[in-house]
């Protein structure tokens, strides 16, 4: 696949990342009242952040430009919880949200990874994210049970 196939590729799943980014800040504002959910949050987006940025890193190798904002449906999605968190708990809104977004993303980047001939360190790259994505799941679970 030529470069500019896989920054597209990784471009998309870069906006997608940063929307996760987001979300992850949403639920640690929510959490205001219990100090280490607060905390896992946080630290959760941190390393998405730093998931984001080797994203931009190799887009930039590729010689393409890098995403640097989310998607609208990511937006959209935001704003629908903060809708939802006014009938409901907002913890309880936010989790909810982050399980859809978190198993949305998951489903997302194993789509892109059939993508024919993408690079090496482009399929790399992907599968370290999926793999973020379906522990984030996981972490969106346990503290839904």
């Given amino acids: 696949m030529n470069n500019n196939r896989n920054c597209e590729v990784l471009n998309d799943v870069t906006a997608k990342l940063i929307d996760s980014c987001k979300g992850y800040q949403m639920c640690a504002e929510v959490s205001d009242d219990n100090m280490l959910l607060k905390n896992q949050f946080m630290q959760r987006q941190a390393a998405r952040r730093e998931l984001v940025h080797e994203f931009q890193s190799k887009i930039t190798a590729e010689g393409g430009k890098y995403e640097d904002s989310g998607t609208m449906t990511g937006s959209l999605h935001r704003g629908y919880t903060k809708f939802i968190s006014a009938f409901k708990d907002d913890e309880e809104a936010a989790l909810d949200a982050l399980d859809t977004g978190e198993e949305h993303l998951a489903e997302y980047i194993q789509k892109q990874l059939k993508e024919p001939g993408l690079s090496l360190e ?24």
């Fill in 122 to 145: 482009a399929t790399q790259l992907l599968n370290k994210a999926r793999a973020s994505a379906l522990d984030g799941e996981r972490f969106a679970d346990r503290l839904d049970d």
